[in-house]
């Protein structure tokens, strides 16, 4: 369920691609206790946005969120319209949710911090036969030449749950 989630990253390469290609340097995450760290290729061929991932599973070891962090490098001249990312975001999450025989309202795009930097908030509800499932919220920030997305979604439960150690990683995120 959390699949649509994952394809959204797709999105986020096309929207941020155009910002540079050069490989940045891994921001420092403090993964909470209980989250499996997911290791993600590197691909030095053709060098880009730098991905950390990490999953909670539940007893059954099922994934029950997801959080991934996308560092991309952004040329010193080029303009990123951190909004318009993600509207464009917000909008293929929406698509691929409906595709799955899911719904999804997002609220208000609004200002918030991300590791003690001004970004960008989203937070989308997705529901299937007027039962809320899953939650997922997009968070995009520019700082000192580069542009953050953190993306989190899960069992909608398990979201509510998860919040002290969501914002622990928000808060401890060094950009």
Request: glycine share 8%; net charge negative; charged share 15%.
């Amino acid at each position: 369920m959390i699949r649509p989630f994952l394809s959204l990253f797709v999105l986020l390469f096309a929207c941020i691609a155009s910002v540079g290609g050069v490989q940045a340097d891994e921001p420092q995450i403090a993964w909470p206790q209980g989250w499996v760290v997911e290791p993600l290729p590197a691909d030095a061929a053709a060098p880009g946005p730098l991905r950390q991932r990490a999953t909670k599973s539940d007893s059954a070891g099922n994934a029950v969120m997801v959080m991934e962090l996308t560092t991309t490098t952004v040329e010193p001249d080029h303009q990123v319209n951190l909004q318009g990312v993600l509207l464009e975001m917000r909008k293929s999450i929406q698509k691929d949710f409906f595709q799955g025989g899911y719904q999804s309202v997002c609220n208000k795009i609004h200002a918030s911090m991300l590791g003690g930097v001004t970004a960008l908030e989203t937070t989308c509800t997705i529901t299937q036969n007027g039962r809320h499932v899953l939650s997922q919220a997009l968070v995009a920030a520019l700082n000192e030449g580069k542009a953050y997305v953190l993306s989190y979604a899960g069992q909608a439960q398990v979201f509510v749950e998860s919040q002290d150690e969501i914002q622990s990683v928000r808060n401890s995120l060094k950009l």
